[in-house]
């Protein structure tokens, strides 16, 4: 597993792309300023091909790492409603068909993409289920076996990417609480996403500087991180951002991309 020996450096990544159509969703010109890598919707739960190429340009531009961001097919929901009964080997090509796609669009636009982290539902689930955990593996290294693959901690996931020999790194959640058994907590549970900053800081330090994950039953467990993700559709991430940046720095932690976009022909 790829990860930051002393942790005087972490990746902050962000979900963006996410506007499609007349929709605009989150404000990802200001996110760019202050996170290292971007994890870009590929239409299937938000974003639109000239969202995408927008999105691919502004992060070249900001030197800013990408990656694809699959989903289930769900825009009514956002990606985050549970969907079963798809054929494994359906869901397996509309993952390939978004991933080509953002890969697609990063080569036109002369940033080539770094890593793949699947999106909401759908990421939950393969934490959690072995099969669908090495379906999204499978997927990804179809496209390009050199792509990272971003897992959380204790996940299904996370076990099915080194497994199948694909790079990893564990990824840690800024703005969302932990289960016992260092799952993110549901969304229709109360106090599963942290609006509070001062909250939001005590865990990502707790997480990246003491190297564990605080959860809402009182334990501590090990983790270690090599990137950290804020929502970019959660009211006020940009000041989150901001201040998770001063506050690291603050902690001797500089921000830096787990991966940088390799030149190709």
Known sequence: MLGFEDMRTIDLNCDM???????????DAAMLDLVSSANIACGFH???????RRTVRMAREKGVSIGAHPS???????????????????????????????????????????????????????AVDPDLAALCVRAVKAVDPALVYVATPYSEALAAAEAAGLPVVCEVY????????????????????????????????????NGHIPTTGGKRLPVEAATLCVHGDTPGAVQMAAALRTGLAENGVGIAPFARPEPRD
């Not at 506007?19 to 969703?25: N, P």
């Not at 669009?105 to 699947?118: L, N, Q």
């Open 174 to 209: 800024a703005d969302r609480t932990y289960t016992d058994a260092g799952e993110l907590t549901p969304r229709t549970q109360t106090g599963a996403v942290i609006h509070d900053l001062n909250q939001c800081l005590d865990q990502v330090l707790e997480m990246v500087v």
């Open 46 to 52: 938000a974003g639109d091909p000239a969202v995408i």
């Open 72 to 126: 289930f097919a769900d825009l009514y929901g956002f990606g985050r409603r549970r969907i079963s009964g798809e054929r494994p080997e359906d869901l397996e090509a509309q993952l390939i068909y978004q991933i080509v796609a953002l890969q697609g669009m990063a080569r036109i636009g002369g940033h080539p993409m770094t890593h793949v982290k699947t999106h909401g539902a759908l990421g939950n689930m393969a």
């Open 17 to 27: 792309g996410e506007s499609f159509g007349a929709w605009t969703v989150g404000d």
